[in-house]
């Protein structure tokens, strides 16, 4: 049985951790509304066994596997691709520029690069999308292994080769605005 004040710092860690969690559940899955039930199954999981684990110190690793292995069986369970990105009306969730002082062309822009970069990472197999979402979010490479339960040497090769496989899914429209920027 939890203390009040063990009830209470478990409540802070899980609002801290949950908006990173939920931007990695939404990147390997495509609906977010199943990406919340993916996080809230992975939180319900730790926080039924709070006792048997240090959060403060290892929650993050422990939800991120949590999630990972959800969404990787989940994936190829159902025989569906998961996509890193949101759902293309979604802005709210991953703004990257302030589009209030961009022009109507480069918000266009902008968001033909994001459709192409989600479409481009649906076509990585999982464990690459995994590893390089996770990279992207700025874990380490051991950090990534151990999320995905690999070794740091085969996290590697696979945030390698997921990149170079979306520089070559990318490199037509990367090419032509590079062109036109010269030109």
Not at 150 to 178: C, D, F, H, M, W
Request: hydrophobic share 40%; with cysteine.
């Amino acid at each position: 049985m939890l203390t009040d004040e063990q009830r209470a710092a478990l409540g802070d860690w899980v609002k801290s951790v949950t908006p990173r969690a939920l931007a990695y559940a939404r990147s390997l899955v495509r609906a977010s509304d199943r990406a919340d039930d993916v996080v809230q199954e992975c939180l319900f999981r730790l926080l039924r066994r709070a006792n048997e684990y240090d959060l403060a110190r290892d929650g993050v690793k422990l939800l991120f596997t949590a999630i990972s292995n959800l969404c990787i069986n989940q994936a190829t369970r159902q025989r569906e691709l998961i996509g890193l990105g949101t759902s293309v009306d979604d802005d709210r969730l991953f703004d990257v520029a302030d589009r209030s002082v961009l022009q109507p062309d480069q918000i266009a822009e902008h968001r033909e690069l994001e459709n192409r970069v989600r479409e481009a990472l649906q076509k990585l197999p999982p464990m690459q999308r995994a590893a390089v979402e996770l990279r992207a979010l700025g874990m380490s490479k051991e950090d990534i292994a151990e999320s995905l339960g690999i070794s740091p040497t085969n996290a590697g090769v696979l945030v390698y080769r997921g990149r170079k496989l979306l520089a070559v899914e990318l490199q037509p429209i990367l090419g032509k605005t590079n062109s036109e920027d010269s030109a």
